[in-house]
């Protein structure tokens, strides 16, 4: 804690005095200014952002997709189908990397920020759908027989009964999709070419390397890129420790 502690009072204050006395009270916003205009941290996140929450929604929206019929419907082949999203989890990503290039580059959609969209939704699919699909079986089969007693299609049943009982499972995997996007720098480096479309971790090696020497100003950006993080874990924490905890008390 005493760390990030030093680092946000020290964002707010001249390098001088940073070397002067290390610890000490906030001076203004100068090196806030100084690394959104200056440094292209704006453009860097708003990339990010744009890339994070495209992912994460369209990641959200295939894997719910999927892991209702696994998890809440009888078919012939659903264990192979359950499998197959399982084995995703079992190769690494990165040994990948080259035909996922000529893929896109065949789609013209390298240096793109809608091709880094799909690269990160079709990488988190595999483990949203296995916790999403173990919460999806655990609810009571009881409740598909009240929903179509009262007239409840399977849409409704769906967007009505069954997203709002697994919502505590969706954040958890939001979250543990939203994490590892945001500080992804493997992607980026690889498969972006324009600097106007860097994300926030291959930007911050531009911003290190152009003030290597202004700490203030470094530890503005480093707080401006960690700040969304802290946010998420506060406004989600709640929801983790349901998602997490939910089978211990059945």
């Given amino acids: 804690m005493t760390p990030l502690l030093v680092m946000l009072l020290s964002s707010f204050r001249p390098t001088s005095e ?3 006395r290390p610890i000490g009270p906030p001076s203004g916003l100068g090196n806030y200014v100084k690394a959104w205009t200056e440094a292209s941290f704006s ?7 744009l890339v994070v929450v495209g992912a ?3 990641g959200a929206v295939v894997s719910l997709l999927a ?3 696994l998890g809440r419907r009888e078919f012939r082949g659903r264990g192979m189908f359950a499998a197959y999203f399982v084995s995703g989890m079992t190769l690494p990503a990165h040994l990948g990397v080259l035909p996922l290039f000529y893929l896109l ?3 013209g959609l390298v240096d793109s920020l809608t091709g880094l969209v799909l690269v990160y939704a079709a990488g988190s699919v595999p483990f949203n759908v296995f916790v999403l699909t173990a919460f999806f079986r655990q609810l009571p089969h009881e409740l598909d027989e009240a929903a179509a007693l009262d007239g ?4 409704a049943t769906f967007w009505h009964v069954m997203l709002p009982l697994v919502r505590p499972a969706l954040a958890t995997v939001v979250v543990f999709q939203f994490v590892p996007i945001w500080n992804d720098f493997f992607y980026p480096l690889v498969l972006m070419r324009d600097e106007t479309k860097l994300t926030l971790p291959v930007g911050l090696t531009h911003f290190f390397g152009q003030f290597q020497n202004d700490w203030g100003t470094l530890f503005a ?10 946010v998420l874990f506060v ?12 089978g211990m008390n059945r």
């Fill in 43 to 49: 453009t860097y996140v708003v990339n990010s952002a």
């Fill in 18 to 20: 940073i070397f002067d």
């Fill in 105 to 107: 580059e065949g789609m």
């Fill in 56 to 58: 994460v929604l369209l």
């Fill in 152 to 155: 409840a299609g399977p849409f």
């Fill in 221 to 230: 950006g480093l707080v401006m890129t960690t700040i969304p993080l802290v």
């Fill in 67 to 69: 892991a209702y019929p």
């Fill in 235 to 246: 406004l989600a924490t709640r929801q983790i420790v349901a998602g997490l905890t939910a």
